[in-house]
């Protein structure tokens, strides 16, 4: 299904984008490469974050009971996890941007 789909894009775009955020010279360039790109399409990637973090809370609203029970557990632990990386992501691009005089 792509509910699942979704689920594994934004694992591997926490996995990327996170530890770079605060470990970025201790990671391979990979690491750091994507981070920059991502850093340059900020809006873009929170916007696309975002329409997928709204599929994936009206999926697990709306087929709750649908889910078989370890797939359910699964699915609703790392729903909660992507919308705190991606509300920690969004505060702290803003506030990036707002100190790099981006934004006003």
Known sequence: MLIYLVLIILGIINILYLPTKFFGE????????????????WALLIFLEFVMMVSLFFDIITRYDKIKMPWRT?????TA????????????GYTELYIDG???
């Open 102 to 104: 981006k934004i006003e």
């Open 81 to 92: 996890i992507f919308m705190g990386a991606f509300i920690l992501k969004f505060f702290m």
């Open 74 to 78: 699964i699915q609703l632990i790392l």
């Open 26 to 41: 201790h990671l391979p360039t990979f690491f750091t490469t994507f981070y920059e790109s991502a850093k340059e399409n």
